[in-house]
């Protein structure tokens, strides 16, 4: 197991609700990504945070938001909920010039 | 545009006899390559990467990766498969440039069915 952490682990949400979604980076991990993953399809990466500073971003529209703390931890906000942002969502962390990343178990999101 | 493709949906192999699981790559220049598993309900475990060098790269769990780069292929190998690595595993490739430069753009994945 790594030591990234994600709560909760499963959430419903009403479409056009907003959800946040927290994440613990592993010990020594300054950099946290986060992706999102369709039932039956590989991560599709969102964002990523270094220094408290957004430093990356997939093909996720503004509704997409996010936050780094001087800890490292971060959330992912999802703004005016949809139907298929149903999802697992899933943080890593890592240290570059490191390049692998290590996963949390994930936050399973439904939205009715 | 980089990418990763996984070919096969599923793979079954019987336990004890050899396994390998597909991928193949489209990028500009070099490519950063990886292979992640994960089980029912639980986030991806980190298997193996290829940065540079020996093209053979061995990984965690007995897994290893041969790189080829004139065939564009990073298949995943492990010589005697054990019921307990049925899972689901994804190849990577990591972004060089744009605006997700440093992250993973990942396959669709192939669940491997070992049976005993």
């Known amino acids: 197991e790594t030591g990234v952490t994600q709560s909760p682990t499963h959430l419903i949400k009403t479409r056009g609700q907003q959800v946040t979604l927290r994440c613990s980076s592993q010990s020594g991990h300054n950099t946290v990504s986060w992706y999102q993953q369709a039932l039956g399809q590989g991560p599709q990466f969102i964002f990523q945070?270094?220094?408290?500073?957004?430093?990356g971003r997939g093909n996720f529209p503004p509704r997409f938001s996010g936050l780094q703390f001087p800890n490292y931890s971060s959330e992912l906000n999802v703004n005016a909920l949809e139907l298929d942002d149903s999802a697992l969502y899933l943080c890593?962390?890592?240290?570059?010039?490191?390049?692998?990343?290590?996963f949390g178990p994930g936050t399973r999101l439904t939205v009715t | 545009a980089q990418s990763v493709a996984q070919p096969e949906d599923q793979v079954n192999v019987a336990e004890g006899n050899p396994l390998t699981v597909k991928c193949t790559y489209s990028?500009?220049?070099?490519?950063?390559l990886f292979w992640y598993v994960q089980y029912p309900n639980r986030g991806l475990q980190f298997l193996l990467k290829?940065?540079?060098?020996?093209?053979l790269v061995k990984g965690s769990y007995g897994f290893e990766a041969e790189f080829n780069k004139s065939q564009t292929s990073f298949h995943l190998k492990k010589p005697s498969a054990l019921v307990s690595d049925s899972a689901l595993y994804f190849c990577?490739?990591?972004?060089?440039?744009?605006?997700?430069?440093?992250?993973?753009?990942f396959g669709k994945g192939t669940k491997l069915s070992v049976k005993p």
């Open positions: 290829y940065i540079t060098g020996d093209n």
């Open positions: 990577a490739v990591r972004f060089l440039y744009g605006g997700s430069q440093g992250n993973l753009i």
């Open positions: 945070y270094y220094r408290e500073e957004e430093n």
């Open positions: 890593a962390s890592s240290r570059p010039p490191a390049y692998e990343q290590y």
């Open positions: 990028v500009s220049g070099n490519p950063y």
